[in-house]
């Protein structure tokens, strides 16, 4: 009888248990979340090899202390010892490049490139330090030739186009939406065409980018958004992990009655923005209970920043005319830069790629000086551009610092950037991925 009783019930359940597989719903692999690689993982060089490098100052990008007359051993590609060369064993077959009287430190990431139509520009910033950028808003077909030219160039992070609503500010670069649903449909697309960020544009109101922000971050990506008429706060409160530009934050530190005023204007023309972005700036005041406030918020929330200070950089020349708006309110964005970081707020390098106050290929090292200008000391900026840049990318597993385990991307330069930021542009030699940059 016993017998009998548990095999019926052994039955029952063998028959709940198939029956709840047939009405399961299956796992749609278009949904599954990514890997966030560079597109551009698979063509970038290898090599079997063993290189010391030996005699520099290493800088780890992690905010420590620099290691004197250090030495790091990449193995095939992969960092496999890091320290003072006293104590670290040179394999017999290495390679060993004589490193003195420089300074080692991890490539540097770009959180904010853009291609802007210049043939070659991603070789350039790669000769000149810059091992791994991310471009937040252009179609991927956009760095094609970039990528079949026969150059070196960084790895590449793409967000595909920015997702907006119409009129676009930028209609070559964006995908533009009517409603949620399509936003969603876009972040799946983006994210099965190798997306590793997705940026939202500043006329998606809150709604649809908290829409956005669910979807993305059920694929594993982040969000970063440019706002200009959606409060960064709002925005953030939606889940954007990322801001770009600091003038994203005009809407949160103004008037309710003097924001507005701004924000129709902008939606009445996208390019009104360009010259009012000033003149709402040059009022804004960085003591104020607001600036305070945001920075308690973004340093509560983890939120990364990249302020793109190069974008709107403005000097007065002598014998021209000054655009005192442009000025003061500049310096205000700098103020408030630093502020925020004082604060807490996660501050990362992002170049702008052409910017009018850096010669071509140099903008990422303008905007280093730039956050020193902010008062970010020169050891803060290094970090902002490394492992900071590498965390608000999702990579810092593998790169952003020099440790043991990660990938061999890093750069020699001549001059202490700790003592002036400046030295950065001084580059003696770029490895990316254990291969010297010829």
Known sequence: MRKNTLRLITCQLALITALYSCNKTPENPATKPVRIREINEKEIASRKSTIAITGATIIDGRGGSPISDGCVIVTDGIISAVGKAADIEIPRNAQIVNARGLTLLPGFIDSHFHLDGVHGLPAQFLQNGVTSVRDPGAWMEA?????????????LFLAGPHIDMFPPAYPRDAYVVRDAD?????????????????????????AIIAAVCKAAHARGIPVTGHLETTEAKEAIEAGLDGIEHITSFG????????????????????NARKQG?????????PDSPATDSLGIFL???????SPTLGAFEYQAATGQPTDTARLEGFGKMKKITGKLHRAGARIVVGSHSMITYAETGWAFQREMELLVDSGLSPAEVITAGTIQNARFFRIEDRLGSIEKGKQADLILIKGDPLKNISAARNVNKVMLNGVWVK
């Open 143 to 155: 760095y094609a030739e970039e990528r079949k030219s026969g150059q070196p160039i960084p790895r």
């Open 182 to 206: 399509e936003a969603v449909r876009e972040v799946n697309h983006l994210a099965d065409e190798g997306a590793s960020v997705i940026k939202v544009y500043f006329r998606l109101p809150p």
């Open 251 to 270: 809407l949160t530190l103004v008037p309710q009655r003097e924001g507005e005023k701004y924000r129709q204007m902008v939606l009445a023309d996208n």
């Open 277 to 285: 972005r000033y003149e709402v700036w040059k009022n804004i005041d």
């Open 299 to 305: 340093h509560g929330k983890g939120t990364f920043v």
